[in-house]
């Protein structure tokens, strides 16, 4: 099954994010991007791919070994960004430095389940607001987004999620996202 761990900002989080998000939507080419659903918005920490059946159990025992060696943390949602002219996101701000050793801790779990990982990519968080193929100028959307801050909250457990892609022609016929585990941090 095809797999991530992510944190999941609380829905009052996700809802302030949805009212700067509101406003993206009259911005020029707004139709022709691809929009992340709201139900799914998350904050990847690691993305496995594909995993085995067989590697489940020692991969849930290692990512919550990975879970109870990191305390809780704040965090919270700050302002935007894009990745080239493809992916425009939101932002972390607060304690960024303990969500990146979460990241590390839960790729760790993955590739000692035995997980092939990819080779360190610099970790980047963000959630993902939308996907774009047209050559939709992200520009204004990143600075509309530039005065965006969140409250805080206190990141307190973290999320295996399997994710099923979309059967052509089938559109949103079963959920994007199950959560298949779920560690609190500290415990
Ligand atoms: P879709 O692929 O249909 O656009 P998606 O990207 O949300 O949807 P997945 O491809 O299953 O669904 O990805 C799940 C999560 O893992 C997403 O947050 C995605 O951005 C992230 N992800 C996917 N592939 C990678 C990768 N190679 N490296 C890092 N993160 C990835
Ligand atoms: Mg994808």
Redesign the pocket.
Known sequence: M?L?V?VLPPAARLAELGVAVDELHTLPGADRL?W?GRD?W???L??L?EVAEDVLPDLHARLARAAHRTPPFGLRLHAGGRFGDR?LWAGVAGTTDALRLLAERADAAARRAGVPM?EH?RYHP???LA?SRAGVDLHPYVESLAGFEGAGWEVGEVLL?R????VAGVPGETP??EVVGRWGLGV
């Open positions: 095809r991530f992510a691809r992340a799914d998350h904050l990847t690691a993305f791919g992916v990819d990519r963000h959630l993902t996907r999620v994710s099923r892609l979309p994007r996202y």
